[in-house]
């Protein structure tokens, strides 16, 4: 017998996605019930080869759910991740609401899958930033061998990043430009159809954005409070796919040919690296795709141990949905919980 899986979130670019891979990787469950607001409920969703009708989280009984994987926002994780807790399921978190709290482990499984267990203390367990999770999926072999001291990033981020309305903003603009319509941004600050704009989230007190933020306070929370990170976070025209230029300070010497035979053995990582046009991986490859990807590795000679490198994934699926489902898949593997329904 299975487990009952509820997924929060699942008319979004996100829960949609969840779905897909829950299907695709068959994943263990009895039952998967897909919710959203009351403005979705009956709307249909697939599952697989199967059709599903989404129901009301406001309505809905977790009483004998095992696992809930939301992805809702803050707001909604905020008010509703610790009720689901309370009912005995765990709850597996995309927004960033308890991302820094220290009583919610924050897991990229290549990375630190057995930090899952601290999921007792308040029954939820934090999946990170998008950009985050494809950097220390990449970071964390080379870290292992040469240690990093800092790390300079500058992302490339796509549309669906910031949800389903973004992707239509892009789309609306896009053909607004052809067609010269009026072009309205409301998503984004600025116009982002053949544009980029140097603001992902809000800007914080010391001139950074709030995602630039994340990416520093992430990395030390999964990989190790001891690296220094300086990031700056950019939206592009893309509509699937977050790439990055990486700068990596190591307190050991690391070769770019090193570094390359350690990323074609890791966990999660697939090197493309031909020094030739077209030898490296862009997002429109990535779309759809489960690996971090890693492209352009070279020595950095302007430092001692520095390497650069260039990374691109799918940001809905490691990003977020296949992160989180691999969260549930460490839980399951690690016994750590029990289908309600085999317990009783
Ligand atoms: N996109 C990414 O790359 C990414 C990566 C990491 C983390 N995340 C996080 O994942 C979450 C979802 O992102 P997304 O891109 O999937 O957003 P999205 O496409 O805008 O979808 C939002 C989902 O939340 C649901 N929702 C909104 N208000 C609700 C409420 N009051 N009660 C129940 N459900 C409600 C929506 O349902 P309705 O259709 O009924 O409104 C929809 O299913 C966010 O916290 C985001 O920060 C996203």
């Known amino acids: 017998m299975g487990y009952k899986v509820a997924v929060v979130g699942a008319t979004g670019n996100v829960g949609r996605e969840m779905l897909g891979i829950l299907a695709e990787r068959a994943f263990p469950a009895d039952e998967v019930v897909p919710l959203a607001s009351r403005r979705s409920q009956g709307v249909e969703v697939s599952y697989g080869e199967a059709t599903l009708k989404v129901k009301a989280l406001e309505t809905f009984d977790f009483s004998d759910v095992d696992i809930c994987l939301m992805s809702a926002g803050s707001t909604v994780s905020k008010e509703w991740s610790p009720k689901i807790a309370a009912k005995g399921a765990v709850v597996i978190d995309n927004s960033s609401c308890w991302r820094y709290d220290a009583d919610v482990p924050l897991v990229v499984p290549e990375v630190n899958a057995d930090a899952v267990a601290g999921f007792r203390k308040k029954g939820i367990i934090a999946n990170p930033n998008c950009s985050t999770a494809q950097l220390v999926v990449?970071?964390?072999?080379?870290?292992?061998?040469?240690?990093?001291?800092?790390?300079?990033?500058?992302?490339?981020?796509?549309?669906?990043?910031?949800?389903?309305?973004?992707?239509?903003?892009?789309?609306?603009?896009?053909?607004?430009?052809?067609?010269?319509?009026?072009?309205?941004?409301?998503?984004?600050?600025?116009?982002?159809?053949?544009?980029?704009?140097?603001?992902?989230?809000?800007?914080?007190?010391?001139?950074?954005?709030?995602?630039?933020?994340?990416?520093?306070?992430?990395?030390?929370?999964?990989?190790?409070?001891?690296?220094?990170?300086?990031?700056?976070?950019?939206?592009?025209?893309?509509?699937?796919?977050?790439?990055?230029?990486?700068?990596?300070?190591?307190?050991?010497?690391?070769?770019?040919?090193?570094?390359?035979?350690?990323?074609?053995?890791?966990?999660?990582?697939?090197?493309?690296?031909?020094?030739?046009?077209?030898?490296?991986?862009?997002?429109?490859?990535?779309?759809?795709?489960?690996?971090?990807?890693i492209s352009r590795i070279r020595d950095d000679p302007t430092i001692d141990n520095g390497l650069v490198m260039w990374v691109v994934s799918d940001n809905l699926r490691k990003g977020a949905a296949l992160n989180a489902i691999q969260i549930a898949e460490a839980l399951i593997n690690r016994k750590l919980i029990q289908a309600k329904k085999k317990a009783a």
């Open 138 to 293: 990449a970071l964390k072999p080379l870290h292992d061998k040469a240690r990093i001291k800092r790390v300079v990033v500058s992302t490339y981020q796509s549309v669906s990043g910031a949800g389903r309305e973004a992707m239509d903003e892009l789309f609306a603009q896009t053909r607004a430009v052809y067609v010269t319509d009026p072009i309205e941004a409301k998503k984004f600050p600025k116009r982002i159809a053949f544009n980029v704009i140097p603001q992902c989230d809000a800007f914080m007190e010391d001139g950074y954005t709030r995602e630039e933020w994340k990416m520093m306070a992430e990395t030390k929370k999964i990989l190790d409070p001891k690296i220094k990170l300086t990031a700056t976070c950019v939206r592009v025209p893309v509509f699937i796919g977050h790439s990055e230029a990486v700068n990596i300070e190591f307190e050991e010497p690391l070769s770019a040919d090193e570094a390359r035979d350690i990323l074609r053995d890791a966990p999660g990582c697939l090197v493309v690296d031909k020094h030739e046009p077209g030898g490296y991986v862009t997002p429109v490859d990535c779309a759809g795709e489960d690996a971090t990807y």
